[in-house]
C-alpha cells in the first residue's frame, strides 16, 4: 500500500497548504470489501486523496490535496475525493452489500470533512460537499455541460441513469437523498466542536 494512516492534525495541516486551491468535496464508496481485506489497494487508492476503512481510520495518497485525481466526472480539479472502502455488492438502498458503510466511518468522514471546511476556508453546504449522488445529478446545477456525455439529461445520479449513487443513503433502508444531508449535518457538529 502506498497510502499512509494520518491523522485528524495531519490533515489539518495539509489543508492549509491548499487552501485556496481546494474548494470541493466529495463523497464515495469504493465498490469493495473492506480496505484490510483489498488486496491491490492501490487501484483505489489513485482514484481519491482521502480513504476510511470500517473501523474509521484514515488513511492518504498524496502529498498535495490539490493533486488532480479521478474520482468524480468532470469534477476532478480543485476538489479532495473521499471515500470508504466497502459497499461489494451494494445494489439499492434496501441492500448496502456485503460491506456496509459503519458508524466509525460515518464519524470519521465528517470530522474529516470538518477539519477540510475549516481549514480550507469553505462552508460545509452542498456546494461545496457532496455525495457522489448528488454530483451525478447535479443537484448544485454547476455543471451544465454533462448533457454532453451521453447520459438522459446529461445526468448519472439515482434520478436519472442511476450510474453513481454513492451515499443517496449512508444505511440500509435510510430515506433517499438523506447521506448527504446527514454527512453535512455531523461535519456542522464536529465543526462547531472545534475539530
Not at 73 to 99: H, K, P, Q, W
Amino acid at each position: 500500500m502506498n497510502g499512509k494512516q494520518i491523522t485528524m492534525d495531519e490533515l489539518k495541516v495539509m489543508a492549509i497548504a491548499a487552501r485556496g486551491k481546494v474548494g470541493h468535496v466529495y463523497y464515495h464508496w469504493s465498490a469493495s470489501q473492506y480496505f484490510e481485506a483489498v488486496e491491490n489497494k492501490e487501484e483505489i487508492e489513485e482514484d481519491y486523496h482521502i480513504l476510511f476503512d470500517d473501523l474509521g481510520n484514515m488513511y492518504i495518497d498524496c502529498e498535495d490535496l490539490a493533486e488532480v485525481k479521478a474520482h468524480t466526472y468532470m469534477r476532478n480539479t480543485g476538489a479532495v475525493g473521499m471515500a470508504f472502502i466497502g459497499c461489494l455488492g451494494a445494489s439499492g438502498i434496501d441492500n448496502m452489500g456485503e460491506f456496509p458503510v459503519t458508524d466509525a466511518a460515518i464519524e470519521s468522514m465528517a470530522m474529516a470533512s470538518a477539519v477540510l471546511a475549516t481549514n480550507l476556508g469553505i462552508p460545509i453546504a452542498i456546494q461545496h460537499f457532496m455525495t457522489h449522488a448528488e454530483a451525478g445529478d447535479d443537484l448544485d446545477g454547476i455543471y451544465p455541460p454533462y448533457e454532453a456525455n451521453g447520459y438522459p439529461n446529461g445526468k448519472y445520479g439515482p434520478d436519472n441513469s442511476c450510474e453513481r449513487w454513492d451515499f443517496l443513503v449512508l444505511k440500509e433502508g435510510g430515506d433517499r437523498w438523506s447521506g448527504g444531508k446527514i454527512l453535512r449535518g455531523k461535519a456542522i457538529y464536529y465543526q462547531i466542536a472545534g475539530m
